[in-house]
């Protein structure tokens, strides 16, 4: 009795050892981005799918789609002569919002930030 | 409708085919045009060199140009077509698999939590975009075809 206790005891213990290392995982790249100031919500996304999303943006894949064709169509831009694209964040434009985007070891990372700008008011 | 040139020699291959001009080679024996003055060298060597630029010239002009008013159409038959068409747009297919799977995205920094976190793009900028985006819309809204001649003539040869 007291060893197939045990047994089980050691087994639950290794899946739960593992469910903290991929949590671990993916707290790392959201870490960052949950501490921007004004986020609304933010998307982790690779070739084949969302890794993390929060806020707003959670299980929004529809989002994702779109955010990866606009940054594979920019990435392509190129100054005269250089090798590599000539921006590091795309931002996205909307009137209340906006979305800021990049690119780190093969992943795209999306915030959606408050946009508190308007027009400045002349006196 | 691209290259659909079929000719009396039934080939099978159809790369030869496709590549092959619409129409005749105007000028194969290289004797000079009527109406053209060359002031060639009296050594014939020049002239002959002279003549074959005018050859080289001629032919690939004759490559680029399509002849609307191309005297001996030849069509296909219908399923000619058909083949042809399939042909393409598995060979399109093909091509556009192999360019998808092209490069993965370039990395564009190494700190993205610091790059999405920092200031927001300033409102007079987008503003001015905004400005410089209407302008570039209202001067091509603006381009057109200004029709001056006749766009099809026939080269008068006396």
Redesign the interface.
């Known amino acids: 009795m007291k060893s197939r206790e045990k047994k089980r005891g050691n087994a639950a213990d290794g899946l739960h050892h593992r469910a903290k290392q991929v949590k671990m995982t993916t707290s790392a790249l959201t870490q960052g981005l949950e501490r921007i100031p004004d986020q609304l919500g933010y998307l982790v996304i690779s070739e084949d799918g969302v890794l993390a999303s929060a806020g707003e943006l959670e299980n929004d894949e529809h989002t994702a789609g779109v955010i990866m064709q606009m940054m594979r169509t920019a990435c392509r831009f190129r100054l005269q002569g250089a090798a590599e694209p000539p921006f590091k964040r795309m931002s996205v434009m909307l009137e209340d919002y906006v979305y800021t985007v990049t690119v780190s070891g093969q992943k795209v990372f999306v915030v959606k930030r408050q946009n508190n700008q308007r027009e400045p008011v002349v006196v | 409708m691209g290259c659909c040139y079929s000719s009396e020699n039934d080939t099978t291959e159809q790369d030869p085919e496709a590549s092959k001009p619409l129409i005749p080679h105007p000028n194969p024996d290289s004797k000079p045009l009527n109406g053209t003055e060359w002031r060639s060298a009296s050594v014939p060597s020049a002239r002959k060199d002279e003549q074959a630029l005018l050859t080289s010239i001629l032919f690939k002009t004759a490559l680029n140009i399509i002849d609307v008013s191309a005297a001996d159409s030849q069509g296909m038959e219908q399923h000619e077509y058909m083949d042809k068409a399939r042909q393409y747009s598995t060979k399109l297919a093909l091509l556009s698999n192999s360019l998808s799977q092209k490069k ?15 200031d ?5 900028d ?1 503003q001015q975009v905004s400005k410089i985006a209407a302008y570039a819309y209202s001067a091509i809204s603006q381009i057109k075809v200004d029709a001056k001649e006749e766009l099809v003539v026939q080269f008068a040869i006396p």
């Not at chain 2, 927001?120 to 007079?124: E, F, G, Q, R, T």
């Open positions: 993965p995205l370039p990395s564009l920094t190494s700190q993205p939590h610091q790059v999405l976190a920092s927001l793009v300033p409102y007079s987008v």
